[in-house]
């Protein structure tokens, strides 16, 4: 690609500094107040940074350091750097879950960059939603864009036994309500996860979304591997400052780096890291923000071609501390060999081929071979049927494979609170062979289609030694998850969908191979429960959260607002595209 490198007056920023009015006066006066003389930005490229540090949020505690770095390198590319703080969605922290306002930050950031100078963007999250957030907005506004990504944080370490985020937490909880560990043992895991800034180290959500931001194209090659701590991170973040300067002036843009070849790389990205089930939801919002129509049924065409390479817990065993060690994501994508399409051009400038031509493995059992992958096929299943009939997801390699083709006895929770009160009753009529079913937790019901997929296991159960069940929810799954759990059910149970039909003590059966997901009850039975089902009361009545029950999509359709699509096709509100950047 060669585009004509622009010059100082086609500068969008130069609307608000360059010309000689009244209103650029008052940019330029405010600008000398804030202590710039007009050589220091005149003529030059104004990068937003659109930082996520916040105090609340542990995974991104380096941006503000990190934040300095980017300055300085574009500075030193002649850039005119200006911060601005967006919403920070801190996993841990913020309810009813973060991917309720997933949306709302990927319209900060497009409104943000809509309405000031900014030329070119630097884009730093890490911590789950952050990333497709970012990424959606920036694809919407299609100005010139860099991502910078968190990093994963150290290795957990308690006791000599490494811990990974959230599978560990699980494991251990599991444990300890099984009484195998003590509180003691409890508190030295609680102590020993999270040793240092950076996102979680296990191919969690985050170090998926990261990974696939590289892949994509929008990160600089190598950064998403790199741990948050490591001194190459830093040096990451300055080259990043200077290369989206020199963006800039060539204008390359969102729209000259996703295409159709590159999301397939990037969801082909996610299979091969065995990695997080919601990677699936935020591909296909980034994917349709391009105007690519991804689908369930082509994200598992994919899936059923694509080898598990990365040997990272929840699936396999090492961290993402040691898959950087082992050569990192550019080795893996190496190793993927003709799955991957090496034409397609990056933020450096040049393609994903030229990019990754010098990569190695350093650790085979890490990264594995081709030719001997840690599983063949089987890093994600779409499944379908008469309780999904617009797909559910399950990740077949977390779930223990005597699972795989199961029919047993629903057990019905009504909505997370239900469960919460019933799960440990002894009274629950419920043995290992059952299938525990949550209705009511999808993107409206929940609402957000909050992380609550891993559906405990009752402890009475747990006490056998039993550690997975089959689970069924409309809900989604922290990709530090495991077990057999079915999620993404569409349409959700909370707008009528037939999984809100589903009762005590129906048969459900799952066949993963054959990728079927049904209840096992005739299809007139399923009309008369539909005629006497009632709509619940709408969640909200004002404020963003009635906005998103009016907008948001379904799961298969990647959660976005109707009216945020390419072109607004779909919105309640006629749609219409958006007014031209000046
Ligand atoms: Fe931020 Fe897991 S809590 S990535």
């Known amino acids: 690609m060669s585009k004509k490198r622009k010059t100082p007056e086609e500068l969008r920023s130069h609307r608000w500094y360059g010309v000689n009015d009244l209103r650029s006066f008052g940019h330029r006066s405010r600008t000398a107040q804030m202590g710039y003389d007009r050589e220091e930005y005149a003529g030059k490229p104004v990068i937003a940074i659109l930082n996520t540090w916040s105090e609340i949020n542990p995974c991104h505690t380096h941006f503000k350091e990190r934040v300095e770095e980017v300055k300085r390198g574009i500075w030193q590319a002649g850039g005119f750097p200006v911060e601005l703080p967006v919403q920070t969605l801190s996993e841990p922290f913020q309810k009813p879950t973060t991917m309720l306002y997933r949306n709302f930050l990927a319209m900060e950031a497009e409104e943000t960059l809509r309405s000031y100078p900014a030329d070119g963007v630097v884009l730093m999250g890490g911590c789950d939603k952050t990333t497709p957030a970012l990424l959606m907005g920036a694809i919407s506004v299609d100005l010139p864009a860099i991502f910078l990504p968190a990093g994963p944080m150290l290795n957990g370490n308690w006791n000599g036994v490494t811990l990974g985020s959230g599978s560990d937490t699980w494991k251990y909880w599991a444990d300890l309500r099984a009484g195998k560990i003590t509180e003691q043992d409890w508190k030295g895991v609680e102590g020993g996860i999270a040793r240092s800034p950076g996102h979680c180290m296990t191919m969690g959500t985050a170090s998926t979304m990261t990974s696939a931001a590289e892949a994509l194209g929008f990160t600089l090659p190598g950064y998403a591997s790199i741990p948050a701590v490591d001194s190459r991170h830093a040096q990451f973040a300055a080259r990043t400052g200077r290369r989206i300067v020199d963006m800039v002036w060539e204008d390359l843009k969102p729209s000259d780096i996703i ?133 559910a997801v399950i990740k077949p390699g977390a779930a223990e494979p005597h699972l795989h083709v199961h029919t047993g006895r629903a057990v019905v929770f009504k909505d997370y609170n239900d469960m919460a009160a019933r799960v440990d009753s002894e009274e629950l009529d419920i043995d290992e062979n059952c299938v525990i079913v949550l209705q009511h937790a999808g993107p409206i019901g929940a609402p957000g289609m909050p992380e609550w997929g891993q559906l405990p296991i009752p402890q009475k159960i747990l006490k056998k030694g039993v550690r997975d069940m089959v689970r069924i929810s409309d809900a989604r799954m922290s990709g530090t998850s495991y077990g057999a759990c079915v999620l993404h059910v569409a349409p959700e149970s909370f707008v009528g969908g037939p999984f809100a039909l589903v009762q005590d003590g129906d048969m459900i059966e799952l066949n993963v191979p054959e990728r079927r997901l049904n209840v096992l009850v005739s299809d007139e039975e399923l009309v008369r429960r539909k005629a006497s089902w009632v709509a619940p009361e709408p969640r909200f009545t004002r404020g963003y959260g009635a906005m998103h029950q009016m907008h948001v999509m379904q799961a298969d359709k990647g959660c976005d607002f109707d009216f945020l699509q390419r072109d607004g096709a779909g919105c309640s509100c006629g749609g219409g595209g958006e007014p031209e950047i000046h």
């Open 259 to 391: 295409t159709r070849k590159s999301v397939d790389n990037a969801v082909t990205t996610c299979l091969a890291l065995s990695g997080s089930s919601n990677a699936i939801v935020h591909m296909i919002a980034l994917a349709r923000r391009a105007g690519v129509d991804l689908t369930l049924a082509q994200y598992d065409d994919i899936a059923r071609r694509t080898p598990v390479l990365a040997n990272i817990r929840p699936t396999g065993k090492f961290l993402m501390e040691d898959f950087f060690y082992a050569g990192g994501l550019m080795a893996m994508l190496k190793e993927l060999g003709d799955l991957i399409d090496g034409t397609q051009l990056t933020v450096n400038g040049k393609t994903l081929g030229e990019n990754i031509a010098e990569a190695r493995i350093f650790n085979d059992d890490v990264i594995r071979r081709r030719t001997n992958p840690l599983m063949r096929d089987t890093g994600l299943a779409v499944l379908r049927g008469n309780i999904a009939p617009d797909g």
